[in-house]
């Protein structure tokens, strides 16, 4: 069994910055790829960031220049740095990592989310 916690969250004004970490636990084989996806009101799941286990980074258009996903693996630890927030990244941000517990049967796990509101 694998858990993800995620934290970080919080309320900020349009322009500030926040850090989202999410830990995962229990066992874990290899970790492959993890990422960051995000839901605000009415809307569909997106992907945010993505990063492969060797840390290669993938980012949806409009956070491109302004967020930053990184992994620490020694931790299993997948981090966002989103800088010069707006209004309309606000959303319920869920973290998600592919995890095998043995071999190559990989299987993606998700966070509970963490709520990221973007507000004067």
């Known amino acids: 069994q694998v858990q993800l916690v995620e934290s970080g969250g919080g309320l900020v004004q349009p322009g500030g910055s926040l850090k989202l970490s999410c830990a995962a636990s229990g066992t874990i084989f290899r970790t492959n790829t993890m990422g960051w996806y995000r839901q605000g009101p009415g809307k569909q799941r997106e992907l945010v960031a993505s990063?492969?286990?060797?840390?290669?980074?993938n980012y949806v258009d409009s956070v491109k220049g302004r967020f930053t996903i990184s992994r620490d693996n020694a931790k299993n630890t997948v981090y966002l740095q989103m800088n010069s927030l707006k209004p309309e990244d606000s959303a319920v941000y869920y973290c998600?990592?592919?995890?095998?517990?043995?071999?190559?049967?990989?299987?993606?796990?998700w966070g509970q989310g963490t709520q990221v509101t973007v507000s004067s």
């Open positions: 998600s990592a592919e995890v095998s517990t043995a071999g190559w049967d990989f299987k993606a796990y």
């Open positions: 990063i492969t286990s060797g840390g290669r980074s």
